[in-house]
């Protein structure tokens, strides 16, 4: 039977304010899945952490979708198998824990059936962009970093940049839950022509704003495609954004929401910013004082070292 394979996988942030469904951040908070192959058919599924009251456990799992979409995209059957998975990513906030899900059993995936099939990077992408619906979030996810992720003739195609070492990632977490779907339905089909060209300009200055000059991140994160369409379903994420921004924070909703994140400046900013949060006594917000994930998805088939995906 094959080694048990270990899997740690990044929360993401999508969007960034300007870049909708194009740019993402991988950030530290992981999600680690350890699956061990049955010598008979059969599924275990222990879930501890985030989302462990609510998460099924039999095939619809999510993890299971995805290591089941990958056996079968190489014309395999998934075996049994035994999941153990501990969540830290909080589901429905915005963080990307579907995505996370979905680059878990795919990685898993591919540690089980290693030596037997490769399942290159593009690949990765273009399985995750067709159980996710779209590569913004499993792109970072995947390859760690900030990525920009686009679609073309062949299918989704990324790049992953480096982050400027000043940029202090705080995520302002609510008790509160928002439908991805949902958010995604309150964004309009057409938007007028300025506002369209306002996004370009402001996503390219967000390229520089983390690559090269975080003092540009308050405008680099201005927006007018989507956050604004959202805002009457999550009141309480657009006041905690314009108190921020009011008082000079880059804050953003963190993908679909509800979570807000704040590029910072720099350490003593994010603990500005945190500060300011806690005086929003309305609603109760967890700050996550957050690195950039640099590595990405990871996986190893044996306790002993870690081994990157890529």
Same mark, same amino acid.
């Given at each position: 039977?094959?080694?048990?394979?270990?899997?740690?996988?990044?929360?993401?942030?999508?969007?960034?304010?300007?870049?909708?469904?194009?740019?993402?951040?991988?950030?530290?908070?992981?999600?680690?899945?350890?699956?061990?192959?049955?010598?008979?058919?059969?599924?275990?599924?222990?879930?501890?952490?985030?989302?462990?009251?609510?998460?099924?456990?039999?095939?619809?799992?999510?993890?299971?979708?995805?290591?089941?979409?990958?056996?079968?995209?190489?014309?395999?059957?998934?075996?049994?198998?035994?999941?153990?998975?501990?969540?830290?990513?909080?589901?429905?906030?915005?963080?990307?824990?579907?995505?996370?899900? /979905?680059?878990? +059993?795919?990685?898993?995936?591919?540690?089980?059936?290693?030596?037997?099939?490769?399942?290159?990077?593009?690949?990765?992408?273009?399985?995750?962009?067709?159980?996710?619906?779209?590569?913004?979030? /499993?792109?970072?996810?995947?390859? +760690?970093?900030?990525?920009?992720?686009?679609?073309?003739?062949? +299918?989704?195609?990324?790049?992953?940049?480096?982050?400027?070492?000043?940029?202090?990632?705080?995520?302002?977490?609510?008790?509160?839950?928002?439908?991805?779907?949902?958010?995604?339905?309150?964004?309009?089909?057409?938007?007028?022509?300025?506002?369209?060209?306002?996004?370009?300009?402001?996503?390219?200055?967000?390229?520089?704003?983390?690559?090269?000059?975080?003092?540009?991140?308050?405008?680099?994160?201005?927006?007018?495609?989507?956050?604004?369409?959202?805002?009457?379903?999550?009141?309480?994420?657009? =006041?905690?954004?314009?108190?921020?921004?009011?008082?000079?924070?880059?804050?953003? /909703?963190?993908?679909? +929401?509800?979570?807000?994140?704040?590029?910072?400046?720099?350490?003593?900013?994010?603990?500005?910013?945190?500060?300011?949060?806690?005086?929003?006594?309305?609603?109760?917000?967890?700050?996550?004082?957050?690195?950039?994930?640099? =590595?990405?998805?990871?996986?190893?088939?044996?306790?002993?070292?870690?081994?990157?995906?890529?």
């Amino acid at each position: 039977m094959p080694a048990p394979v270990t899997v740690r996988v990044p929360a993401t942030s999508a969007n960034l304010g300007p870049g909708f469904d194009t740019l993402g951040l991988a950030l530290s908070a992981y999600d680690d899945v350890t699956v061990t192959q049955l010598p008979q058919p059969g599924l275990e599924i222990v879930v501890s952490g985030e989302g462990a009251a609510d998460v099924p456990t039999d095939a619809s799992h999510l993890v299971v979708r995805a290591m089941a979409y990958a056996f079968e995209s190489v014309g395999r059957t998934l075996p049994g198998i035994r999941l153990e998975a501990h969540n830290t990513i909080p589901h429905g906030r915005g963080m990307g824990s579907s995505g996370a899900a /979905v680059v878990a +059993g795919l990685l898993a995936a591919k540690g089980l059936l290693a030596g037997e099939v490769d399942f290159d990077d593009a690949t990765l992408l273009r399985l995750a962009t067709e159980l996710e619906g779209h590569p913004d979030n /499993v792109a970072p996810a995947l390859f +760690g970093g900030l990525t920009i992720a686009w679609m073309d003739e062949s +299918g989704p195609q990324h790049k992953k940049l480096l982050v400027h070492r000043g940029v202090s990632p705080v995520v302002f977490v609510p008790d509160f839950t928002m439908s991805t779907s949902v958010a995604r339905g309150l964004a309009p089909l057409q938007v007028p022509r300025e506002d369209a060209v306002f996004n370009v300009s402001r996503s390219a200055l967000l390229i520089a704003a983390l690559t090269q000059s975080p003092e540009l991140l308050m405008a680099a994160t201005e927006d007018k495609l989507h956050q604004s369409y959202r805002a009457h379903a999550m009141p309480a994420t657009d =006041r905690l954004v314009r108190t921020l921004r009011a008082e000079g924070f880059a804050a953003v /909703v963190s993908g679909a +929401g509800p979570s807000v994140l704040v590029l910072a400046d720099g350490p003593g900013q994010r603990l500005a910013a945190a500060e300011l949060a806690a005086s929003v006594t309305d609603t109760p917000w967890e700050a996550r004082m957050l690195a950039v994930d640099v =590595r990405g998805g990871t996986v190893r088939d044996n306790p002993e070292g870690s081994t990157p995906r890529a």
